[in-house]
């Protein structure tokens, strides 16, 4: 059975170059990044859990823009970091990745984090992994750490869903690990299904004609929103004990906030330039004494003030304190942290787990403070 990494890699700051950049499919790329040595001369090894995020710290002026991606590559290969990247025509950061980013540039980021990660899961002998769209990058990094690995305990089934033949990702690599055995991929496509292919949307149907021992079976997800619901539903009509269930949601990019004005030109990698990681002016400021309108970031060691209405992410980002952050509307759950003292008022709660507010956790995307708190940041 899967044993966890001897060593494990501690979120920390890091600075990236781009060494390669390959095109998948028509608006999607993988960004292969190598870790360059920290201030003592270290290289960190990427021994990342296979499924987790790195986040990635861009400024826009003053302003701190950071965005979350999973690491597609897996641990076993730990000299590079690969991110695969689709680009939103709307999007900000997507966009830069996209359309400013060339190999030899630096990109700082911040990582590992996220627990949608193969080794926490602790799953069972038959996986059924099911993405959609750009869903698909956890469960290649844990596919592909199967199979660096060469398990031999688990067999893997694969259903990944596209618009199209054209949106369909690493269609040659997993022909290739399915040669290999022990894997069984499917492709589902909206539209223009070729031979061999699903026409359509998944169904319950087609899951279990795919998977007939389904109810012994650990299942991972991670795809758009309505993709989700839409496995959950079908599971729970199917009757699947929903503990062996696991998923992983960076919301709808579209309800993202960007810092007005901002274009992917105008972006630059947050502390590679000090003049643009320089804090804002103290004029623009709260005054310390307010101290009922203060947040504590206790990891930072940082007191900042705020206004009220503010969101802890807003203040965090003003204050150049990156946190991971995707849908900004407190459904997946990527910017959570943990409230030591004080009182938050959140919009929604659907990002956090069962137990976790009453256990102190927020979400900063949407979590307003309400007089003095502390958060773990």
Known sequence: MLQPLPLQWTPTRLTLECVDIETETHDVKSFHLRVLPDAAGEVPLCLHRPGQFLTLRLRHGEVLVPRSYTIASPPSRPMLLTLTVKRDPNGLVSRYMHDVLRIGDRLAAQGPGGSFELFSVAPRRHIVMLSGGSGITPMMAMLRYLQDRRETAYRVSFL??????????????????????????????????????????????????????????????CGPAPYMRAVRAMLGEAGFDMAHYHEESFGDATERRNPDGATPERLRPDGLDEAVAAPS??????????????????????????????????????????????????????????????NVAMDDTEGLAPGELEQGMVLTCCGRPQGAVSIAL
């Open 160 to 221: 990944h869903s596209a618009r199209s033949p054209a949106d369909l990702l690493f269609q040659g690599e997993l022909a290739a690990i399915a040669a290999r055995g022990g894997m069984t991929p499917g492709f589902i496509c909206e539209r223009d299904a070729l031979p061999g292919m699903e026409a359509g949307f998944l169904t319950r149907d087609m899951l279990q004609a795919h998977v007939p021992d389904l109810h012994d079976c650990t299942v991972l997800t």
């Open 281 to 342: 002016p103290q004029a623009d400021r709260q005054p310390e004494a307010e101290g009922e309108h203060l947040i504590r970031f206790t990891l930072s060691d940082r007191t900042a003030p705020y206004r009220p209405g503010e969101t802890i992410l807003d203040v965090a980002s003003r204050e150049g304190i990156a946190v991971p952050t995707n849908c900004q509307m407190g459904l997946c759950g990527t910017c959570k942290a943990h409230c030591s003292a004080g």
